[in-house]
């Protein structure tokens, strides 16, 4: 099986621009998870997909979006990036819940 | 916010002792998971105990859970070079998200 891949690995972009990251999910996983971690804090929780809706979002305001295709596999979508946004992107996928598969991520810095 | 704190924040120890960390958290839970992650990389899951189990083995690990105490621990026995990681709690409260403390740093000298 294989497991979870994000692309690009490392992201450069100016403050205000958009960006767009992208995570194939595990083969026969249909929930996807994204997650924000800035250096030297735990992964914050962004928001969830489960069969291409919206399962659950985390403290992040509407500039985060995403979507999930029929495939499962995922993007998200940041608008007017700000310094802070500098951080990897986790995605993650899971078929129940229980045990997730974690990608390597997206570095994002934001100048 | 975050819903575990890991303690220590940071360990070092040298190879072949046995290393544990911590982490407490605020609400109920469905399970707790732990992970690792090698220099800002991806997490990798090491282990997985539910609300209604107090030990688990895998390996050279060995967690428990006290849900009383809203704590749980992880030990690594006999630590190698590469048990250097970041080492993550994280609790699932049945939403299907995972809420993650800060971590300890865990450093294995040889």
């Known amino acids: 099986e294989t497991g979870v891949t994000q692309s690009p690995t490392h992201l450069i972009k100016t403050r205000g621009q958009q960006v767009t990251l992208r995570c194939s999910s595990q083969s026969g996983h249909n929930t996807v998870s994204w997650y924000q971690q800035a250096l030297g804090q735990g992964p914050q929780f962004i928001f969830q997909?489960?069969?291409?809706?919206?399962?659950g979002r985390g403290n992040f305001p509407p500039r985060f979006s995403g979507l999930q295709f029929p495939n499962y596999s995922s993007e998200l979508n940041v608008n007017a990036l700000e310094l802070d946004d500098s951080a990897l992107y986790l995605c993650a996928s899971s078929t129940t819940g229980l045990g997730y598969t974690f990608g390597s991520g997206t570095r994002l810095t934001v100048v | 916010s975050q819903q575990g704190e890991e303690d220590p924040q940071a360990l070092s120890i040298q190879e072949g002792e046995n290393a544990t960390m911590n982490c407490s958290y605020k609400t109920s839970i469905n399970n707790l998971q732990w992970y690792r992650q090698n220099s800002g990389r991806g997490l990798v899951h090491l282990i997985l105990?539910?609300?209604?189990?107090r030990e688990k083995h895998s390996g050279r690990l060995r967690v428990t859970l006290d849900t009383s105490k809203k704590s749980s621990s992880l030990l690594i026995t006999a630590s190698r070079a590469a048990d250097t990681a970041s080492y993550f709690c994280a609790t699932d409260d049945g939403d299907y998200k995972l809420s993650f403390g800060a971590g300890t740093t865990v450093t294995v000298r040889a």
């Open positions: 997909y489960y069969r291409e809706e919206e399962n």
């Open positions: 105990i539910r609300s209604n189990e």
